[in-house]
């Protein structure tokens, strides 16, 4: 079989082309052929191994379209990932407001919206500013640091683990549980996080007990622990999922994110010299990080009737990923796309989604984390340049680097 990577992308034919294929990512997001779609076949069938396929959409206002129709295109049917039971069995996923539709989705959403409001979130600066700080004070003497292990790991996880109320003590654990959560996303076989929400459902039973006993109500698994939806207590499969999902979605994006972006700073090192003079370029700047990154790359949906999407007629209960990283580049929407230009007016990108229910909840700490990690280490990192080959994570859903080896000029730890 020839490698996709020796078909240039704008030779292969659209219709033979299985975009899920990871040759096409071995250095990031395909751009070059995701365009040639969007021109072309911005709603396609896609072709999957062992027979059957799907639609993938590629263009921004299909994306936006399918996202907003709920009731066209259901999370709940079948999932987000294209085998249902990608990661644990459909049954136990359907508790996650990933996998919900409305009504319910909108009940459960509530329970931890407040935590996430533009106050609550202003309210965490000081304290992830200082988690910044004592994270780059532990390497910044050095000169050299992984940024993706040494920066962009430490300070989402931690920022999450604070949120949970979790000690501080258990964050190897939880990196190591997150970690098999993000690979169970990309085992051959399905299921795979089963032996980790095993070691969660212990975890958070101590967890519930030693807060209860402290009295405490002011961590979001107290309010999980003492949330109702028609008028119940959550049971414990739907607390389990909850906290699962926030303490790997709530790091793993903004993770992702970081370190994708400072790779894209430092391979434009005008922005990242503009960005050092006048950190107030940081908000846009971190929109277009967000856009150019775009770091899950997609969902998928499950038509729960014949429609039309695109122009193509899409049969009840075909599968449909929504290509998000795809959507933040369209050319109908964005100037000059593949140029990186953090003085871009703050573009309408689906690095949170498509738009609809399912924005997003925890997109106000994550521009918060992103940018308070973009200025310290800006201000800090004096000299700041790649130092070695960057890893990725082989993977067509999610664009994430394993390792960033940068060098810089040794500084001094901040004093207090």
């Given at each position: 079989m020839t490698s996709t990577m020796e078909i240039p992308a704008g030779a292969a034919k659209l219709d033979e082309v299985d975009l899920f294929d990871l040759r096409w990512h071995a250095d990031g997001p395909p751009h070059e052929l995701l365009a040639r779609m969007r021109e072309q076949a911005?709603?396609?069938?896609?072709?999957?191994?062992?027979?059957?396929?799907?639609?993938?959409?590629?263009?921004?206002?299909?994306?936006?379209?399918?996202?907003?129709?709920?009731?066209?295109?259901?999370?709940?049917?079948?999932?987000?990932?294209?085998?249902?039971?990608?990661?644990?069995p459909l049954d136990v996923t359907r508790n996650l407001l990933l996998y919900m539709d409305p009504p319910q989705h909108t009940k459960y959403r509530l329970i931890l919206q407040k935590a996430f409001t533009p106050h609550a979130v202003r309210e965490l600066e000081a304290s992830i500013r200082a988690r910044v700080t004592r994270t780059i004070d532990r390497f910044i003497e050095s000169g050299r640091a992984d940024l993706v292990a040494d920066l962009a790991v430490p300070v989402p996880l931690g920022v999450v683990t604070e949120l949970l109320g979790v000690p501080e003590e258990d964050f190897d654990r939880f990196l190591a549980w997150t970690t098999q959560v993000e690979e169970a996303t990309r085992a051959a076989e399905p299921e795979a996080a089963m032996d980790v929400f095993g070691h969660l459902a212990g975890y958070l039973n101590e967890q519930i007990a030693r807060q209860s006993a402290e009295g405490r109500t002011d961590t979001i698994l107290a309010k999980l622990r003492d949330a109702q939806v028609d008028g119940r207590p959550l049971n414990d499969l739907e607390v389990l999922v909850f906290f699962a999902l926030l303490a790997f979605a709530g790091h793993d994006t903004s993770r992702n994110t970081v370190s994708s972006g400072l790779l894209a700073l430092m391979q434009h090192p005008q922005a990242l010299a503009e960005l050092r003079r006048d950190p107030?370029?940081?908000?846009?700047?971190?929109?277009?990080?967000?856009?150019?990154?775009?770091?899950?790359?997609?969902?998928?949906?499950?038509?729960?009737?014949?429609?039309?999407?695109?122009?193509?007629?899409?049969?009840?209960g075909d599968r449909v990923a929504l290509w998000y990283t795809s959507a933040s580049r369209d050319e109908k929407v964005f100037e000059e796309p593949d140029r990186f230009d953090i003085h871009r007016a703050r573009p309408d990108h689906d690095a949170f989604g498509g738009g609809g229910r399912h924005f997003c909840l925890g997109a106000g700490l994550g521009r918060l984390d992103i940018a308070v990690i973009l200025e310290e280490t800006i201000r800090r990192l004096d000299g700041l340049r790649l130092d070695g080959e960057v890893?990725?994570?082989?993977?067509?859903?999610?664009?994430?680097?394993?390792?960033?080896?940068?060098?810089?000029?040794?500084?001094?730890?901040?004093?207090?």
């Open positions: 911005p709603v396609r069938w896609n072709p999957l191994p062992g027979g059957g396929g799907c639609w993938t959409v590629t263009g921004h206002a299909e994306v936006s379209q399918a996202s907003r129709d709920t009731a066209t295109f259901s999370s709940h049917e079948g999932g987000i990932l294209l085998h249902p039971d990608q990661v644990l107030s370029l940081t908000p846009a700047a971190v929109e277009e990080i967000l856009r150019w990154t775009s770091v899950v790359q997609w969902f998928s949906r499950t038509a729960m009737c014949d429609t039309e999407l695109g122009g193509q007629r899409i049969a009840a890893g990725r994570i082989p993977s067509h859903w999610t664009n994430a680097l394993s390792s960033l080896p940068v060098s810089f000029t040794p500084g001094a730890r901040e004093a207090g």
